[in-house]
């Protein structure tokens, strides 16, 4: 079975443009997290998708938004960047209400750069 | 809501040392406890589990025991090899909903020849 796919792997924006971020879920999973992790820090929660529907969402303003396709790949939207948003983002996906016994499993995320 | 505290890195280990990570939480609820592995330059692994108290979850030489009494959950190895370098977190997936999991900023483990 594939994993989680995300792509690009590393984006460099100036501040005050708009970045989308992509994401492929493992085969099976139709629920899918995006994470922000700044450097040395845990991944902070940002929202997450399941059957096309937001279900969760994090501490993060509105500029930060996403959409979930009917074969359950997802994208993050990110407008009007700032310098703080220089992080890597994950994606994690599991499989409908297993959360709790399945885990989630991640990609190996997008590294963005705000200058 | 839901928070992690996990003992402060960097841990600094020769290989086949005896390897224990604290980590406590609070959470709503009955959550999941898992622990995640983070190598350099990539995403997070799913290393181990356990859904309910007293369970103890274990991978590649790698345990925790649920321990519901004392809300801790931590990480043991008994002989810690250089490829186990990584950071690692301790994150309960809260109970109801999706089960969203809460990370913590992790522990960073440096295992030396």
């Known amino acids: 079975e594939t994993g989680v796919t995300q792509s690009p792997t590393h984006l460099i924006k100036t501040r005050g443009q708009q970045v989308t971020l992509r994401c492929s879920s493992q085969?099976?999973?139709?629920?899918v997290s995006w994470y922000q992790q700044a450097l040395g820090q845990g991944p902070q929660f940002i929202f997450q998708y399941y059957r096309e529907e937001e279900n969760g969402r994090g501490n993060f303003p509105p500029r930060f938004s996403g959409l979930q396709f009917p074969n359950y790949s997802s994208e993050l939207n990110v407008n009007a960047l700032e310098l703080d948003d220089s992080a890597l983002y994950l994606c994690a996906s599991s499989p409908s209400g297993q959360g709790a016994n399945y885990g989630y499993t991640f990609g190996s995320g997008t590294r963005l750069t705000v200058v | 809501g839901d928070s992690v505290t996990q003992m402060e890195g960097p841990v600094t280990l020769s290989e086949e040392a005896f390897l224990t990570i604290n980590c406590t939480y609070t959470?709503?609820?009955?959550?999941?406890l898992f622990w995640y592995v983070q190598y350099p330059g990539e995403g997070l692994q799913l290393l181990l589990k356990a859904t309910k108290a007293d369970d103890k979850g274990s991978n590649k030489g790698f345990e925790a025991t649920y321990r519901k009494e004392t809300t801790s959950f931590h990480l043991e190895k008994g002989s810690v090899q250089v490829s186990d370098s990584a950071v690692y977190f301790c994150?309960?997936?809260?109970?109801?909903?999706?089960?969203?999991?809460?990370f913590g900023r992790g522990t960073s483990l440096i295992v030396h020849p």
């Open positions: 959470a709503t609820g009955y959550p999941s």
């Open positions: 085969s099976g999973h139709n629920t």
């Open positions: 994150a309960p997936h809260a109970s109801g909903g999706s089960y969203i999991p809460t």
